[in-house]
C-alpha cells in the first residue's frame, strides 16, 4: 500500500533551504565574493544562514504537518494509528473527530 504522502512530497517540503542553501554557495563562489573582507564573508554567511535555518525549520514543520495529515487518513480507514503520548505521559491510541479547540479548557477558567 503507498502512502499519500511519499518521499516526493516530503522532499518538496525542503526545496527552498535547499535553494537557499545553493544561493549561498553561488554567493560563496562567485568572483565578486573574492573582494570581500573576511568580515563581510562571515556576516554575509551568518546572515544566510540565519535565513536557511529558518527555511530547515519550517520544511519540518511542514513535514511533520504532512506525517500527521497521513497518520489521521490512516486512522480514519481503520489501519492502526500510532500512539501519542501526553504531557501526563499516557499513550493515546485514538483520534477525536471534530475537534477545534487549539487549547484545554479547564474548569474556572
Not at 544561493?23 to 565578486?32: D, E, K, M, R, Y
Not at 556576516?43 to 504532512?66: C, K, M, N, P, S
Amino acid at each position: 500500500m503507498e502512502a499519500p504522502y511519499d518521499a516526493a512530497v516530503a522532499a518538496d517540503v525542503f526545496a527552498e533551504a535547499k535553494n537557499t542553501f545553493n544561493c549561498l554557495i553561488g554567493q560563496l563562489t562567485a568572483p565578486a565574493a573574492g573582494t570581500l573582507t573576511h568580515d563581510q564573508q562571515e556576516e554575509t554567511i551568518v546572515e544566510r544562514g540565519r535565513v536557511l535555518q529558518r527555511w530547515l525549520l519550517q520544511a519540518h514543520l511542514d513535514l511533520r504537518a504532512l506525517r500527521e495529515r497521513q497518520h489521521v487518513h490512516s486512522a480514519r480507514r481503520g489501519e492502526a494509528a500510532l500512539g501519542v503520548a501526553g504531557t501526563d505521559g499516557v499513550v493515546r491510541w485514538w483520534v477525536r473527530w471534530g475537534i477545534t479547540a487549539c487549547w484545554p479548557r479547564w474548569s474556572g477558567q
